[in-house]
């Protein structure tokens, strides 16, 4: 069954957001400011693109999805970065709507109509465990059946961690959630052009038949200044702390997540 994961990096769509802008303009020049693009490179360096590099399961394809108003040398940096990992194709799309959007970037990569596909979403500071696409085809195949009935089921990954890189290191704690993006896939049927993106998905509960697997770390959420849900006023602090040497340790084997990167990519200037 094909795996296909998804990123928005610092894409601005029309909507798709919870702070909203007044305009494209505003919302392009609140995406690119140095400082949030700072953060965010530093996060999807330390944490994304360590997890998609150790898959257990190679085969899968990730797209990752940036305005065609991207800055050159921010284009030309992300490229680099994912120059290494054969699995990731970087396209390039002018403003449009979220979700429109987002099923055409996609199902451009289907390339079979006629078999279920699996999608994920990543956000640019998330990451998932490194078994996660091995374990997600094993999870379908036993939730495949119910596709008889339904266009899509949801298969949840519920436990892991919300973290922060650090010039110190990883401040972390433990999480388990319903229906948290990270570690969240679909399992879309057959000739059906929905796709991950097409949801809420703390509201997947409410649209298809969920599967949820819980008792081993899998997702990673991301925490920053930065994180489109934190924006909001009532928006909780995270209680975190500095990871152990030992906790370091189980990280990147988990993750791939390597907490030296981790200091360096949140230490050098940008």
Same mark, same amino acid.
């Given at each position: 069954?094909? %795996?296909?994961?998804?990123?928005?990096?610092?894409?601005? &769509?029309?909507?798709?957001?919870?702070?909203?802008?007044?305009?494209?303009?505003?919302?392009?020049?609140?995406?690119? &400011?140095?400082?949030?693009?700072?953060?965010?490179?530093?996060?999807?360096?330390?944490?994304?693109? *360590?997890?998609?590099? @150790?898959?257990?399961?190679?085969?899968?394809?990730?797209?990752? %999805?940036?305005?065609?108003?991207?800055?050159?040398?921010?284009?030309?940096?992300?490229?680099?970065?994912?120059?290494?990992? *054969?699995?990731?194709?970087?396209?390039?799309?002018?403003?449009?709507?979220?979700?429109?959007?987002?099923?055409? @970037?996609?199902?451009?990569?289907?390339?079979?109509?006629?078999?279920?596909?699996?999608?994920?979403?990543?956000?640019?500071?998330?990451? %998932?465990?490194?078994?996660?696409?091995?374990?997600?085809?094993?999870?379908?195949?036993?939730?495949?059946?119910?596709?008889?009935?339904?266009?899509?089921?949801?298969?949840?990954?519920?436990?892991?961690?919300? @973290?922060? *890189?650090?010039?110190?290191?990883?401040?972390? &704690?433990?999480?388990?959630?319903?229906?948290?993006?990270?570690?969240? &896939?679909?399992?879309?049927?057959?000739?059906?052009?929905?796709?991950?993106?097409?949801?809420?998905?703390?509201?997947?509960?409410?649209?298809?038949?969920?599967?949820?697997?819980?008792?081993?770390?899998?997702?990673?959420?991301?925490?920053?200044?930065?994180?489109?849900?934190?924006?909001?006023?009532?928006?909780?602090?995270?209680?975190?702390?500095?990871?152990?040497?030992?906790?370091?340790?189980?990280?990147?084997?988990?993750?791939?997540?390597?907490?030296?990167?981790?200091?360096?990519?949140?230490?050098?200037?940008?």
């Amino acid at each position: 069954m094909q %795996v296909i994961g998804i990123c928005r990096f610092s894409y601005p &769509a029309l909507g798709g957001f919870q702070v909203e802008h007044d305009s494209i303009a505003e919302r392009i020049a609140y995406l690119y &400011a140095p400082q949030r693009m700072a953060a965010r490179f530093a996060f999807f360096e330390a944490f994304t693109l *360590p997890c998609l590099r @150790a898959q257990t399961d190679p085969d899968f394809s990730f797209v990752i %999805v940036v305005g065609d108003s991207l800055p050159q040398p921010y284009l030309d940096r992300l490229q680099d970065l994912i120059a290494d990992v *054969p699995q990731i194709v970087l396209q390039q799309h002018e403003s449009g709507p979220h979700r429109a959007v987002m099923k055409r @970037a996609i199902n451009a990569l289907r390339r079979d109509t006629n078999e279920p596909c699996l999608q994920f979403r990543l956000d640019d500071d998330d990451a %998932v465990a490194v078994s996660f696409v091995q374990e997600l085809r094993a999870k379908a195949a036993l939730a495949r059946p119910l596709l008889r009935q339904v266009r899509s089921i949801a298969l949840d990954f519920n436990q892991g961690f919300i @973290a922060r *890189p650090t010039a110190d290191g990883i401040e972390a &704690a433990p999480v388990t959630a319903a229906y948290w993006s990270p570690a969240l &896939a679909l399992m879309i049927s057959a000739r059906a052009d929905v796709t991950v993106m097409n949801f809420s998905h703390h509201k997947l509960w409410q649209r298809m038949p969920t599967v949820t697997f819980t008792g081993t770390d899998m997702m990673l959420r991301g925490m920053s200044d930065y994180n489109d849900s934190r924006q909001k006023p009532a928006s909780k602090p995270a209680n975190m702390k500095l990871l152990t040497p030992d906790e370091e340790t189980y990280f990147k084997e988990t993750y791939n997540i390597d907490a030296d990167t981790v200091r360096i990519a949140t230490s050098r200037p940008q």
